[in-house]
């Protein structure tokens, strides 16, 4: 069992920046630095998005075209946390934003961007981004 906790949300203007952290902790039999995680988010009325991912090394990531060149993410094993820094939102940024945990480690340097390739999930955090 892995737990998930995110933080870092909250309510920002148009063009303003938040950090999304993602908490990882549970079973000690996981190796977090061999399993990559991911960031989706879900907005009203919407199904759940898949928004960005880093592999368990952290040496590569992917973002969706719609945040490329404004949300980063990263992660810092030592600390078993992940990151999505979210620049320059907009209002379509609007939703929960939640981090997850494969089923299966990296392997073959494969990127997980759907839902089914992960198991674990938080509980989401809510980012708002007014006109």
């Known amino acids: 069992q892995v737990q998930l906790v995110e933080s870092g949300g909250g309510l920002v203007q148009a063009g303003g920046s938040l950090r999304l952290s993602c908490a990882a902790s549970?079973?000690?039999?996981?190796?977090?630095?061999?399993?990559?995680m991911g960031w989706f988010r879900q907005a009203p009325g919407k199904e759940r998005e898949f928004v960005a991912t880093?592999?368990?090394?952290?040496?590569?990531?992917y973002v969706i075209d719609s945040v490329k060149g404004r949300f980063t993410i990263s992660r810092d094993n030592a600390k078993n946390t992940m990151y999505l820094q979210m620049n320059s939102l907009k209002p379509e940024d609007t939703a929960i934003y939640y981090c997850?945990?494969?089923?299966?480690?990296?392997?073959?340097?494969?990127?997980?961007?759907?839902?089914?390739?992960?198991?674990?999930w938080g509980q989401g955090t809510q980012v708002t981004v007014s006109t």
């Open positions: 997850a945990f494969p089923t299966y480690s990296d392997y073959a340097g494969t990127l997980m961007l759907a839902t089914h390739d992960y198991k674990y």
């Open positions: 549970g079973r000690t039999d996981y190796t977090l630095s061999r399993y990559s």
């Open positions: 880093i592999v368990g090394s952290g040496l590569t990531t």
